[in-house]
Structures are given as structure tokens and as C-alpha cells.
């Protein structure tokens, strides 16, 4: 028999998740007294009486199947012209059996289908080195288990919902995911900014803001962070800030949410920095920390289909059973027919991990080459010698993921430094001019309304020659806004 190498790493105790992260909410929610009764139908020999499951010879839907694309066959679109991408792509036929259609055609388990559970808790440990107590029992238990959500949106709002009380602050980067923001602004949730660079947060603001905290007042329970390839700021925090920031976690008794749908659509040159997740488990085994204060965010929005709605949140047990008391209250469960046809999918021949991983890194080869262009364009339209001054029009660090552009635009080159305002030229300029993109605002934490001279370009969609066009009519509005 072959040996299975454990580890033994120190964890957050379970008491403390009570005592310190969980809301009062959380506390008080019940479970569904039906459904947590589900597991015990397995037993063999069982007559259950107990749901009230439709039966699904009733239901009228008789087979489904899917083409999908062999993962080692190329993506076609990746020349940037209008191609019609799959047609000739090699594509694989798979059905739903007749038993996985009546799986996927009925009522599941709150917290996921436990077979795609298995499977995300096995990606997890093949990606981040984490191996998950729940569905590879017989491993070493490290006390963390996944729930699948309707997106990662979903999963996120169960998580801040599972852990802050009315009034509760939190530590926010700046600029932030503006989906965030309006689930804190629900919560009356001081939103406390965190400054950061192209590099991810800066640390050293985040200890100055933890080592001053008003005595008396409750520290923040929870740190938000997109650390790969962030939404706005395209931003991807490095190694050494995240080691430096669960440091933090830990001294001032903190949550990290690792919020990480543009992991994957990672494609710079340089390593991938480990994910918060996997740094927690090496300072762990290195330095002694306790694991069990990351939760993370995943997403199959950006690879497998965003109309799909499914994401899945990995991290402490009792963070995880109070997100999953929150969905049996508010939707019973994450639709099982989506979730079966991702199952069906990733459990394919051609498909497996293997299939996963690759199809993910020419996902990520796709965004670089669109990254690529949209850099080329950038230079030539809104870098040095586009201002009638010689210098530039904009400032901006090319991202090394995900598909944001974040751009200060420079209307007075005298003032570069200062924030600048981008609202009316971007909301109404830009647009007056044909092109249209976010002003930076809206990914401005906090409560009372700020002015940026940045900019949030989206460079997923458009073909070279749009991009082309796109950025040559945002240089006139910058050009015509500096003659006003
Ligand atoms: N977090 C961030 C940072 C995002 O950019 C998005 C999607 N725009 C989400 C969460 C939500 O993604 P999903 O489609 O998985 O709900």
C-alpha cells in the first residue's frame, strides 16, 4: 500500500469562528430540518418517506446532450479577426445518462452536488496543495471544505453575510469589485480603503491602519482582496504581499476573502505568485501559523461560461456550514441541472483535470494576446507623443491578468499627480464620441462620492481593428477635453 504523506498543520480553533467571525445572524440561522436529513437516504436498504422530491417521470425533458470542445484542440479565435470560432473546432458529443438527467432534473444537497464538490475539493489539492477534509477523507484533514453557489457572486454574499453584524468595518482594497461594495453598503459596513499599486495592497498602509486602530472599537473581522488580475485595477498582489498580509491575518485575528475569478487567466512571463489559500498551508507548515483564515473565491464565469452561474467558495468548516444555512433559507440549493452538466463535462474523456488545466491556460493565452493588442494600441494612441505638450495622455502599468485595463487619463499634463476627474469625460464625452468604458468611481470604496482621474477599459470583446478605433476616438475626447 503506498503511504499517504500528511501533514499536520496547526488550525484557527472552531470555538473561535463562533466567538470572533460569525455574524450574529449566522449564529442565529437554523438548518432546514429536511434537507440535512438528505445524506441519510444513501443507506442502503432504506425506504425514505421524508422529501417531498417530485417524481421525475413526471417531468418532460427525455435527454440532453452536449457538444463540447476537446480541450486539446485550439481555441480559433485567438487570431483576434471575426472567425467563426468552433465550427471546425474538434468537438466531442457527450449525453447525460438516463440516471444523470433524473440526478440533474431533481432536488440536490444545499451545500452542491457532491460529486462536483469532490471534484472542486480535488482541483483545489491539485492547484493549491490543499487537501480537503471532506471528499478525500483518509488524507490529511486540514479543516476546510468547498459550497458551490450560483457564481462566485453568490457564494461571496453568503460569506459576508455569514460573518458581519450590522455596522461591522471592513478592510477593502482600492480601488474594489463594486459587486462587493453594494452587499457592505447593505450591511452599513464601514468600508475601510486600502491603498494599492500594480503589486496588490500596499502592506505596509494595511499594519499602519491595523496598529492604530482605535482602542475600544472592534478591529475588522474581514480583509476583501482580488488578488490575480483584479477587477479594476488589473493588478496581481505578489508572493511576498501575501505572506506579509496573512502575517497581518493572523496578528490582528482577521479573515482574508480571497476573491479569485481571474486566477486562471493568469499570463505574464514571470511565475504565478501562490494563491492566499496555498500561502496560508506552506507559512503553516513553515512558521507555524494556524490555517483557517482564507476563504476563497473561485469562478468558472471566465472559463467555462458565465451564463452557467457556477462558482464555489473553499475554506474553514464553520465559515463554510453557515454559508450553506444561508442558502438552504435562501434559494435550498445551486441549480443541479447546471451543476450536473458541468460534472458531465469535466468528468469526460477528454476533458478530466488534465483537460481542465489545459483548456484554462489557452483561456489565459487567449486574454494575453488580447492584453497584447490592446497595449499596442494603448502606446500608440494615449502613450508618450500623443499630447500636444509630446507627452502622454494616460498612465497605466499593463496588466499581468485577467481583462482590465486601468488607465489614469491626463487632461492637465501640468498636474499629473493630482487624482484628476474622469466621471464627465468618460460618462459623457467619451461617449458622445462613440466609446464607451467606466469612469473610476465606481470602484471607489467608502460612502461619500470622490472624484479619479481613472479609468476601467474592459479588453475582452473587441477585435483588434475596434480596439484600434476605440482607443484613436479616446484620445480625441482627451485631446478636445484639454482644449476646453
Ligand atoms: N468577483 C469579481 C472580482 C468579479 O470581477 C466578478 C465578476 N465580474 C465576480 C466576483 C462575480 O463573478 P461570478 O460570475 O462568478 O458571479
Known amino acids: 500500500m503506498t503511504q499517504q504523506t500528511t501533514r499536520t498543520l496547526q488550525q484557527v480553533p472552531a470555538s473561535h469562528y463562533r466567538a470572533r467571525f460569525l455574524s450574529i445572524e449566522a449564529l442565529e440561522r437554523k438548518s432546514n430540518p429536511i434537507r440535512s436529513l438528505f445524506p441519510l437516504e444513501q443507506t442502503p436498504g432504506l425506504l425514505s418517506l421524508l422529501a417531498g422530491k417530485p417524481n421525475p417521470t413526471t417531468f418532460p425533458i427525455a435527454s440532453l446532450s452536449l457538444s463540447i470542445r476537446d480541450p486539446k484542440s ?110 457592505l453598503h447593505s450591511s452599513h459596513s464601514p468600508q475601510i480603503e486600502m491603498q494599492t499599486d500594480e503589486n496588490g495592497v500596499s502592506v505596509s498602509h494595511l499594519r499602519s491602519i491595523l496598529e492604530s486602530w482605535p482602542a475600544g472599537k472592534p478591529k475588522p473581522k474581514v480583509f476583501y482582496t482580488v488578488p490575480t488580475g483584479s477587477n479594476p485595477s488589473g493588478a496581481t498582489a505578489t508572493t511576498e504581499r501575501k505572506i506579509e498580509v496573512l502575517k497581518l491575518a493572523q496578528e490582528h485575528d482577521f479573515l482574508i476573502l480571497e476573491d479569485d475569478p481571474y486566477y486562471y487567466l493568469y499570463y505574464a512571463d514571470t511565475p504565478q505568485p501562490p494563491s492566499y489559500f496555498a500561502l496560508e498551508a506552506t507559512l ?27 462558482g464555489w467558495a473553499s475554506g474553514p468548516e464553520p465559515i463554510i456550514d453557515a454559508m450553506v444555512r444561508c442558502t438552504a433559507s435562501i434559494n435550498l440549493q445551486t441549480p443541479t441541472l447546471t451543476q450536473m452538466i458541468t460534472y458531465t463535462l469535466f468528468s469526460s474523456p477528454s476533458w478530466g483535470f488534465e483537460g481542465f488545466l489545459l483548456h484554462a491556460s489557452q483561456v489565459a493565452a487567449f486574454y494575453r494576446r488580447k492584453c497584447d493588442i490592446f497595449e499596442t494600441y494603448m502606446q500608440k494612441y494615449l502613450g508618450a507623443g500623443n499630447g500636444n505638450d509630446g507627452g502622454a495622455l494616460a498612465k497605466w502599468e499593463k496588466p499581468k491578468a485577467g481583462m482590465f485595463y486601468w488607465f489614469k487619463i491626463i487632461v492637465d499634463p501640468s498636474s499629473v499627480s493630482s487624482d484628476g476627474d474622469s466621471e464627465a469625460l468618460i460618462r459623457t464625452k467619451a461617449f458622445q464620441n462613440g466609446v464607451l468604458a467606466l469612469p473610476g468611481t465606481v470602484f471607489l470604496p467608502g460612502s461619500e462620492p470622490r472624484k479619479t482621474g481613472y479609468v476601467r477599459a474592459s479588453f475582452s470583446l473587441l477585435h483588434a481593428s475596434e480596439v484600434e478605433e476605440a482607443l484613436k476616438r479616446l484620445k480625441k475626447t482627451i485631446l478636445e477635453a484639454r482644449k476646453e
Not at 491539485?126 to 480537503?132: L, P
Not at 483557517?292 to 452561474?309: P, Y
Open 284 to 310: 503553516a507548515e513553515r512558521e507555524g501559523l494556524r490555517v483557517g483564515r482564507v476563504v476563497r473565491f473561485d469562478s468558472l464565469s471566465k472559463i467555462l461560461s458565465a451564463g452557467m452561474r457556477i
Open 74 to 183: 485550439e481555441i480559433r479565435n485567438i487570431q483576434d479577426e471575426k472567425t467563426e470560432s468552433d465550427e471546425a473546432a474538434d468537438l466531442v458529443d457527450i449525453k447525460l445518462s438516463k440516471a444523470e438527467l433524473e440526478e440533474a432534473l431533481q432536488y440536490a444537497e444545499e451545500g452542491g452536488v457532491p460529486k462536483l464538490m469532490g471534484w472542486f475539493s480535488t482541483l483545489q489539492e491539485k492547484v493549491h496543495g490543499r487537501k480537503c477534509k471532506l471528499y478525500n477523507q483518509g488524507t490529511a484533514c486540514e479543516g476546510w471544505k468547498v459550497t458551490i453557489g450560483v457564481g462566485s457572486q453568490d457564494v461571496l454574499y453568503k460569506a459576508l453575510k455569514s460573518i458581519l453584524n450590522d455596522g461591522d468595518s471592513v478592510l477593502v482594497e482600492s480601488p474594489v469589485y463594486p459587486g462587493v461594495l453594494t452587499v
